[in-house]
């Protein structure tokens, strides 16, 4: 299908999500993955760019087109929707707003072609998600900076091909953001199993073990990692939660309302209510 306007989109993603989305919902979570194929066609119809600028090669959603595009997503499978919360808000509107133009080139634009994957590296054991705490740590040496640490419970880290790293300097207790490469050396990933739900959001866990970085990965400048990067970033993220809670809720409920109106209304044979 072809997007006319950006008000026509909600139709076309409502006949995607039945078409591509929703007949395969089970099958993503029994194998514990998003089809690299429905990654690809999301990509191609620029749903993974919906709320970018244009001349990142998004579709400039307005906040609430982008929301419902995020919940009708949702609806088909919550996992297809947590994709677009990590690479495209918590990844992709992060390095728009904090990144250069090589950043851009090199990463949003085959996010939104749907060529490459971001994940928000983050969470670690034993700190969760407060960026200003985190125990992964990096020192400059040079033109390079060298980051070592774990972070766990990362969303599509599993697949990702890339990762936004937030990393402390101990030296000055500064909270840097950096770009690290799936296949550098130094980067370990792996698969998180037994989770009870949202299993084809491929979780992982991430060791960077000296893992060298040049200049030109840091985001923004040193030291924005925590007021800048991390905290634009969850602002990011939740605004796309929220809407995925929507699109579970309404679900739920069109499932249940659908159910009970097939359902045959059960007698109870010989039953006669109490007379006092």
Not at 116 to 126: N, S, V, W
Not at 196 to 215: F, H, K, R, T, Y
Request: a neutral charge; proline letters at 3%; one cysteine or more.
């Amino acid at each position: 299908m072809t997007i006319t306007s950006p008000h026509s989109i909600l139709d076309e993603v409502r006949q995607f999500a039945a078409e591509e989305i929703r007949p395969f919902a089970a099958k993503f979570e029994k194998q514990k993955a998003l089809s690299r194929a429905l990654v690809q066609k999301m990509g191609d119809r620029r749903y993974l760019a919906a709320s970018f600028p244009a001349q990142y090669g998004g579709l400039q959603l307005h906040p609430l087109e982008y929301g419902s595009l995020v919940e009708e997503i949702g609806k088909g499978a919550l996992s297809a929707a947590m994709l677009l919360t990590v690479t495209t808000g918590l990844v992709g509107e992060t390095l728009i707003r904090w990144g250069s133009d090589y950043q851009k080139e090199q990463y949003v634009w085959p996010i939104a072609r749907g060529e490459k994957i971001g994940a928000f590296a983050l969470t670690e054991p034993g700190v969760g998600s407060g960026a200003k705490d985190v125990k992964t740590s990096y020192e400059k040496a040079g033109d390079k900076y060298r980051i070592s640490g774990r972070k766990k419970w990362i969303s599509f880290g599993e697949i990702a091909d890339f990762f936004i790293v937030i990393a402390s300097d101990p030296a000055t207790n500064g909270v840097s953001a950096f770009l690290v490469d799936r296949e550098q050396e130094g980067v370990h990933v792996r698969k998180i199993e037994g989770l009870l739900s949202c299993a084809a959001s491929q979780l992982a866990d991430i060791e960077l073990d000296d893992v060298e970085v040049g200049v030109e990965k840091l985001i923004g400048k040193e030291g924005m990692g925590f007021t800048g990067i991390a905290n634009f970033a969850l602002d990011q993220g939740r605004f796309n939660v929220a809407w995925m809670g929507v699109g579970l809720a309404q679900e739920a409920l069109e499932v249940m309302v659908t159910y009970a109106r097939k359902k045959k209304p059960v007698r109870a044979k010989n039953f006669q209510l109490p007379t006092d």
